[in-house]
């Protein structure tokens, strides 16, 4: 923290603790806290160690919005928080949410950058400027005039950051920012957050992802049960010990220090087939001539750039998309595309839409009535979930919620199953149990396809990659001793 | 990519319609102003809407020709061929308006001084429209891959269709506040536009053009159906 | 320093937003199904209403629980309003508003949008607006389509499923029937999910 002793204190927290109403205990406890001006600070932990709750305090949403009760004495420059309307915290303190689908608010480009300085009553002369400079500063020319709504998680990030940086508030506070993009997005991500250090703002991230904050961050502080446990700097975070690291559970900071330990799998035998799959939307053609096999026990990383037709390949391979022409086979036979629902199982990647049932034992029992609650308990220990099997699937937290899908899908036990970022937005203890989980499904001879720009994880759990680098191109390639190659391709656009 | 009206004359293209269609009776008059509502769309940009509508508005013209009177079974009697078409062109009059871009409809509400009760639900619903398709069919998919949509249990497929929905967009509902609120919309001050709304040359021209092909139509009903 | 928590009344953005968006997904639900439902005029004119009543009735019922303050009702029935106006005539909004106004007033009280009863009674109310608004219409167009040369008793006879009493009570008693049933489902739905997950208080 060298050099911002001397610096003015921006946000400070004097033995701070927060209740959300109707939780059963605080969800940040006794929180001892000093930002300087111009620094730039990460949280990080597990699920739900309090460091949302701890953005959340910072941008006044935790009061005023969720309706919390917090105790104990808050600063932020220089008045406390809960003296602040949440409007005037909003001119000092920018947020950036987890989600870019359900953070903007025009239909254009334009509009959005223009938001928050509207509501400001920015006069009319002055908006265009505010507005071009904003976009200037995210590189996003070419959005100008363009729909917000078909845009990439990537681009609506990055329209977000502009719209704070429209109104140019002091301090800015990321809440997950990297959670649903791809690694080019985040290097993007990583050059705007640079470019408001250099400009002087103070900036807080909450994230799980470490790996592109270590040459911006000033320090990390690692939360656990909502309280502050340790301070690190980047080069104690990049030193700490592996086994140290996966013991306290956060994610690699230093992404070129992973090893894989998935052996070189001996051929089995071919479970998926598909030759010259060609698929259009509205006569422009998404994927051409694909062909590519699947053997089973295969954990497969599908790889590439949005846009390019992994999903839509996702939703071919299990029925619910017909391809233009081509052939999908199971088992070595031609299936239709009504009937591939009985070989292929999709995991989506938005999980409310996903579950149906009133608790976690009746969402398994929805796909087979007369399962004995011998089975079932079964099944839901086996994915660590018993504890909650009365529970509503609505309030069981992201990596719960994904176990449980797996559980499901586990169940209706299709040869093929195939994930769609399964572990976006997760930490590093849900992320392994993700992993541990497909590797013993795999074990049982299922094979396994996995959309995922997580490289952490496709290195741990996969081992063999599809990369889709265009439109008539797969590259199809074993993951034992490549990992620089899954790295570049990841980081392509 | 087509001319841009100010609201306001948009707005009187609508009542002006609306008055024409309820009071003309001859169909020679109808159908020319058909044409001319068509021209109205086309020059504004809208051209798939114009062939949708034209299309339609052709159907149930053959439709009133073939029935001669008599309607077309007791399922479409001939008052409501009578209504259709006519009320489909009310629609096509107030198509510029219904495919108002959201910006502009936001601006609109700040230039009248629209009270916030009304205009930021509107926003919300004009933010979320493209939305609820994908919100939908991401749901049926998963339902069809569990096979779990069965029409012989409609209470059921109710229950799984609507929950999840209600589940997500609560949730989208509210981060989408938090997102407004982060960035100030809750300001009791003035707010600001970027879209400025003027009254042009062109907004004048229409309305004469407007109000005198009104004139004209009401004069030719009067002698026609003298 | 401990804070009095205290249940906002006061209708707030994150309201706005539930309202928006749950009237953005009834539009969108209703024109979908008007669109299957449109093909016989007949059915579209006089049982639109009642099925609509039904099927929508789970969005509204939460909608008006999740918000639990005045509001809901009456400006679900103004965006009608609007619509409707722009599309069908001036006088739609001064029906669809007067309906919003009285479904409104009908919450008259405290904590009136907790309670599956009176969220009904507005939903009926909204729901039977809705089924005779077709009456209106037919008022619009009768001097012109008159002009035509058609005698009185024709027009009778064409409308009749619209204006005859037997008819016109029949579509308002289905219409109440299907919207009370649709209510009791959605309460079902409300108390087995969005009750038990807290998502609903």
């Known amino acids: ?436 989980h497909l590797k013993s499904l795999a074990e049982k001879g299922k094979t396994i396809l996995i959309i995922t720009h997580d490289f952490e994880f496709a290195a741990m759990t996969c081992n063999r990659a599809l990369y889709f680098s265009d439109k008539s191109h797969v590259e199809d390639f074993s993951l034992q001793g490549n990992l620089d190659k899954l790295y570049s391709c990841l980081m392509a656009q | 990519m087509g001319i841009k009206f100010d609201f306001r004359t948009k707005l009187l293209v609508i009542v002006l319609m609306m008055s024409l269609v309820a009071v003309l009776t001859s169909d020679i008059l109808i159908y020319t102003l058909l044409g001319l509502l068509c021209i109205y769309l086309l020059i504004q940009g809208f051209y798939r809407q114009t062939v949708k509508y034209f299309v339609v508005c052709c159907v149930f013209i053959v439709l009133r020709l073939y029935s001669d009177g008599n309607g077309v079974t007791f399922l479409m009697p001939e008052m409501f061929l009578f209504m259709i078409l006519r009320i489909l062109m009310m629609v096509m009059a107030a198509q510029p308006v219904l495919g108002m871009p959201p910006g502009e409809v936001v601006a609109v509400f700040k230039k009248i001084h629209a009270p916030n009760g009304i205009a930021l639900p509107v926003t919300f619903t004009l933010r979320f429209f493209p939305t609820i398709r994908s919100e939908f069919s991401d749901v049926f998919a998963s339902l069809r891959l569990r096979k779990l949509l069965s029409w012989r249990h409609p209470l059921d497929a109710m229950e799984y269709i609507v929950t999840p929905v209600i589940f997500r967009s609560s949730r989208i509902a509210e981060e989408l506040a938090a997102s407004a609120e982060s960035r100030g919309i809750s300001n009791p001050g003035v707010h600001s536009c970027r879209r400025k709304l003027l009254f042009r040359k062109r907004d004048w021209i229409m309305c004469v053009a407007a109000i005198a092909v009104t004139v004209m139509y009401f004069v030719l009903e009067r002698t026609v159906a003298v | 320093m401990e804070k009095e928590k205290s249940v906002s009344t006061k209708f707030s953005v994150k309201d706005a937003a539930t309202i928006g968006i749950f009237c953005a997904i009834m539009f969108v639900v209703f024109m979908a199904y008007s669109m299957l439902t449109g093909a016989s005029l007949f059915y579209s004119m006089i049982f639109n209403a009642a099925g609509a009543g039904f099927i929508l009735a789970p969005f509204y019922v939460y909608m008006s629980m999740k918000v639990g303050k005045h509001g809901p009702a009456l400006v679900y029935n103004i965006m009608w309003a609007v619509i409707a106006g722009l599309m069908m005539g001036p006088f739609m909004i001064p029906w669809f508003l007067g309906g919003g106004i009285i479904a409104e007033l009908s919450m008259w009280g405290k904590d009136s949008y907790h309670d599956i009863k009176r969220v009904s009674v507005s939903w009926v109310i909204t729901a039977l607006v809705r089924a005779a608004h077709g009456m209106s219409e037919i008022w619009f167009f009768k001097d012109a389509f008159l002009a035509t040369g058609v005698s009185e008793e024709q027009v009778q006879i064409q409308t009749q499923y619209y204006t005859a009493p037997k008819w016109v009570l029949l579509s308002l008693v289905a219409t109440a029937v299907l919207a009370v049933l649709g209510c009791m489902i959605s309460n079902k739905l409300i108390v087995k999910h969005f009750r038990k997950s807290g998502a609903i208080r």
């Open chain 1, 1 to 436: 923290m060298s050099g911002y002793e001397k610096r003015q204190t921006v946000v400070s927290f004097e033995n701070v603790s927060f209740q959300y109403p109707g939780a059963k205990g605080s969800s940040v406890k006794d929180i001892n806290l000093d930002i300087k001006s111009g620094e730039f600070v990460v949280l990080t932990g597990g699920s739900g160690c309090g460091k949302t709750t701890i953005t959340r305090i910072i941008n006044g949403l935790a009061e005023k919005f969720y309706e919390g009760t917090l105790t104990g004495k808050t600063s932020l420059l220089g008045c406390p928080i809960s003296d602040y309307p949440v409007y005037e915290i909003g001119k000092l303190v920018g947020s950036i949410f987890q989600d870019p689908r359900s953070q903007f608010f025009a239909s254009i480009t334009e509009d959005e950058v223009a938001f928050g300085c509207e509501n400001y009553g920015v006069p009319f002369e002055e908006l265009e400027t505010r507005v071009a400079e904003a976009v200037r500063g995210i590189n996003g020319e070419m959005l100008l005039g363009k729909e917000i709504y078909p845009m990439s998680s990537g681009e609506k990030q990055k329209i977000a950051v502009a719209s704070v940086s429209a109104v140019n508030p002091k301090i800015y506070v990321f809440d997950e920012p990297s959670a649903n993009l791809d690694m080019f997005s985040v290097e993007a991500l990583k050059g705007l957050m640079g470019k408001l250090k250099e400009e002087g703002h103070t900036v807080l991230v909450a994230e799980h992802r470490l790996y592109y904050l270590t040459d911006l961050a000033d320090r990390f502080l690692y939360m656990e049960n909502g309280r502050l446990e340790k301070e690190w700097s980047s080069e104690e975070l990049l030193q700490l010990p592996e086994q140290e690291r996966k013991t306290i559970g956060i994610r690699i900071a230093d992404l070129h220090k992973i090893e894989t330990a998935i052996p070189e799998k001996a051929e089995q035998s071919e479970i998926l087939s598909v030759c010259a799959l060609s698929f259009a939307y509205r006569r422009k053609p998404v994927f051409e001539n694909l062909s590519f096999k699947a053997y089973s026990g295969d954990l497969i990383a599908v790889i590439g750039h949005n846009g390019v037709g992994k999903t839509t390949l996702a939703n071919i391979l299990c029925g619910i998309k017909k391809e233009k022409s081509g052939k999908v086979l199971y088992c070595g036979r031609e299936v239709s595309w009504k009937r591939r629902r009985n070989f292929a199982y999709f995991v989506t990647q938005n999980t409310d839409s996903q579950l149906f049932g009133d608790s976690v034992a009746e969402e398994l029992k929805l796909n087979r009535k007369n399962a004995e609650d011998g089975q079932i308990e079964e099944l839901l220990r086996l994915y660590g979930l018993y504890e909650w099997c009365d529970f509503h699937p609505a309030t069981l937290s992201g990596g719960q919620k994904q176990r449980l899908t797996l559980a499901v899908s586990d169940w209706i036990d299709t040869p093929v199953l195939i994930l769609d970022e399964p572990t976006s937005g997760l930490d590093f203890q849900n992320m392994r149990r993700i992993s541990d």
